[in-house]
């Protein structure tokens, strides 16, 4: 992979659950880098609901650290299930908190959609990250469906396409970085 100086990678899992197949999935791919500073953000589920009100300066602590988080990283990876044929409503409440920031404007994000389905999600986020002017990576998007099925008990990735179509991805976002 990448060589140099380490970077930055900060990772969103679109899902709040403990034993998340999109948090392993993340996992599998901040092991993939040692020598990068790759970090799962932890704070979905402590983001206050947006409401434009409280988008004010200062903004709640809360909000101020996931925007520090993002302005310090090179890049993001986003990895969510698909609710309801839609969007996580968690995530979404964590790219509205960025609208006003900017905080994502020119930043490379590789999309990871894992879920059952996935596609009506998956299509939506790429809406969303080029509405906020993020730099949705060429080849860093990648919808997996049926998931599940592609995973042992464990949350390990046992299909090896779906394993070399994740590192695909991420190899996507470090060159883009670069």
């Known amino acids: 992979m990448v060589t140099g100086k380490p970077l930055n990678i900060m990772a969103v899992s679109g899902s709040l659950r403990a034993d998340s197949s999109n948090t392993a ?5 901040q092991k993939a880098v040692p020598q990068h500073n790759f970090w799962i953000y932890d704070g979905l589920d402590k983001l206050p609901h947006f409401n434009p009100a409280l988008d004010t300066d ?3 602590v809360q909000v101020q650290d996931l925007r520090d988080l993002i302005a310090d990283a090179d890049g993001l990876i986003i990895c969510t299930p698909e609710y309801a044929f839609g969007v996580p409503g968690s995530l979404k409440n964590m790219l ?7 905080s994502l404007v020119n930043k490379p994000v590789a999309l990871i959609t894992a879920s059952s389905v996935g596609e009506n999600a998956h299509a939506s986020l790429i809406k969303t990250l080029e509405v906020l ?6 080849e860093g998007t990648l919808l997996i469906p049926f998931i599940r099925t592609k995973m042992n008990a464990a949350n390990e990735i046992t299909d090896t396409q779906t394993e070399r179509d994740i590192q695909n991805v991420l190899t996507a976002l470090l060159a883009e970085i670069v």
């Open 25 to 29: 999935i993340l996992k599998y791919l």
């Open 58 to 60: 200062p903004s709640p």
């Open 96 to 102: 509205d908190w960025t609208v006003s920031s900017g």
């Open 133 to 138: 002017t993020a730099r949705v990576v060429d």
